[in-house]
C-alpha cells in the first residue's frame, strides 16, 4: 500500500530541492502517493494564503509531510510558518542528527551528536508587550508538561537507538526557577532510564565544550531557544546548515524539512544542494517504518559524496546541477558498490587543522 506524504516544496530553492528529493524517494522503492501544495510567501503572493486550508487538511489526514524552506513573510501574517505548523500541530520536538558525510572537509570528523530541542515553548511562544516605551517584556514560558514530554522523547530515543548518554543543557544557575523546572522534569525523567548516562551541563559553557571537543557528547536536551542556536552551532561541525536535516515531531502528526533557508541568492538556477531535504526525506522513510528504503538512500548519498565527486553541488565544490546530483543518488540506489557496507570515519577527511 502506498503511502501518503504531505509535500510543501515552499519558496526559493524550495521547488527545486523538493523536486530533487521526490525523484529519490520514489526510485528507492518505496510507494508514495504526494499531496503536493504551495506554501510561503509565494503562495501568499499568488493566493492571498501563506498555507491553503487544504495543506492543512492534508497534513491532517496523512500525518506525515515533507517541507522545504519557506521565506519569513514580509509585513503581517505569521512570524514564521515553521513555528505556526509547530504549534498548531503540536510537534514539541525538533530532532536533529549531527553526522559527518564523507569527503566534507571538516575540523571535526566522525561527529556523532542528536540533539533533541523543546519546539513549542520558552521565548518562542512570541509573549511579548512594550511595559513603558523603551521597555519591553518577553516571556519565557517553561511548563512541567512541555519539560516531561521533551525529557521523556529524548531517553526514550537513547534507549531505542542505544545511545549512552543524555546532557540536559540550561542556564538554572540564573533562571532558577525557568530553567530549574526544565532541570527538574529532566532529572526526574533520567530515573526511568537508569541504563543512559544523565548530565547536566549550563549553556554557555556547553557551547564553548562544543567547540573544544564535540566527542564528549552524545545527546543533547534543550529547551528551544539554546536548543536553536546550539543545533546551528553544531551543524557547522558537519559541513553547514546545507546538508543536516531536522525533523519536527508531535504525538499526532510529523514534519520533516531542510534546515536551510530558501536561498533566494541562487533560486531558479538548478544549482542548489537537496542534501539536506534528502537527509531529512531519509529521517522520514524512517518514520514510516521503510527502513531498508531509508538506508538504500543514506547509502546511495554517502556514495556519491564519496566517489562522484564530479556529481556534487557547486556550495561543496562540485560542478554539478541539482538535477544532475538527484541523478546520481538515483543511479546508486542499484549500484551493488554504494550499497555495500563501509566505515564512514575512515574516509572523513580533516582538510583544516
Ligand atoms: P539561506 O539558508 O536561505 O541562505 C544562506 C546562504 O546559504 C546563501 O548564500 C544560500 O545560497 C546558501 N544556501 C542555503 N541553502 C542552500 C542549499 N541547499 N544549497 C546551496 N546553497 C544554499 O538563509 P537566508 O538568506 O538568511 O534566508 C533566506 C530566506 O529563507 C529568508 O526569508 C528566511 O526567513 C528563510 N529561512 C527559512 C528557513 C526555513 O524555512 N526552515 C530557515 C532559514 C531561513
Not at 111 to 124: A, H, K, M, P, S
Not at 155 to 170: E, G, N
Not at 329 to 337: G, R, T
Amino acid at each position: 500500500m502506498a503511502h501518503q506524504i504531505t509535500l510543501f516544496p515552499g519558496d526559493g530553492i524550495g521547488k527545486e530541492v523538493a523536486t530533487a528529493t521526490r525523484r529519490v524517494l520514489d526510485a528507492s522503492g518505496v510507494k508514495i502517493d504526494w499531496e503536493e501544495f504551495e506554501v510561503g510567501a509565494e503562495a501568499f503572493l499568488k493566493n492571498k494564503e501563506y498555507v491553503p486550508r487544504e495543506a492543512y487538511e492534508s497534513i491532517e489526514r496523512t500525518r506525515v509531510g515533507l517541507k522545504g524552506p519557506t521565506a519569513t513573510p514580509i509585513g503581517g501574517g505569521f512570524a514564521s510558518i515553521n513555528v505556526a505548523l509547530r504549534k498548531k500541530y503540536e510537534l514539541f520536538a525538533n530532532f536533529r542528527p549531527i553526522k559527518n558525510l564523507p569527503g566534507i572537509p571538516t575540523r571535526y570528523p566522525g561527529v556523532d551528536l542528536i540533539i533533541v530541542r523543546e519546539n513549542t515553548e520558552g521565548e518562542y511562544v512570541g509573549i511579548e508587550h512594550e511595559v513603558v516605551p523603551g521597555v519591553v517584556e518577553s516571556l519565557k514560558i517553561i511548563t512541567e508538561k512541555g519539560s516531561t514530554r521533551i525529557s521523556k522523547f529524548a531517553f526514550q530515543y537513547s534507549r531505542d537507538f542505544k545511545r549512552k548518554k543524555v546532557h540536559a543543557v540550561h542556564k538554572a544557575n540564573i533562571m532558577k526557577m525557568s530553567d530549574g523546572l526544565f532541570l527538574a522534569c529532566a532529572r526526574k525523567v533520567a530515573r526511568d532510564f537508569q541504563e543512559i548516562e544523565y548530565k547536566e551541563s549550563i549553556i554557555d559553557a556547553t557551547c564553548m565544550q562544543l567547540v573544544m571537543n564535540p566527542y564528549q557528547y552524545d545527546v543533547l536536551l534543550m529547551e528551544n531557544l539554546y536548543g536553536d542556536i546550539v543545533s546551528d552551532l553544531c551543524a557547522a561541525f558537519v559541513g553547514g546548515l546545507g546538508l543536516v536535516p531536522g525533523a519536527n515531531l508531535g504525538h499526532e502528526c510529523a514534519i520533516f524539512e531542510a534546515v536551510h533557508g530558501s536561498a533566494p541568492d541562487i533560486a531558479g538556477k538548478n544549482i542548489a544542494n537537496p542534501t539536506a531535504l534528502l537527509q531529512s526525506g531519509v529521517l522520514m522513510l524512517h518514520h514510516i517504518k521503510e527502513h531498508a528504503a531509508a538506508e538504500r538512500v543514506q547509502n546511495a548519498l554517502e556514495f556519491v559524496y564519496r566517489r562522484k565527486k564530479d556529481k556534487l553541488t557547486k556550495d561543496v565544490g562540485g560542478p554539478a546541477s541539482t538535477s544532475e546530483f538527484a541523478d546520481a543518488v538515483i543511479e546508486s540506489l542499484s549500484d551493488p558498490a554504494a550499497q555495500a557496507p563501509y566505515d564512514p570515519s575512515a574516509e572523513t577527511v580533516a582538510a583544516t587543522k
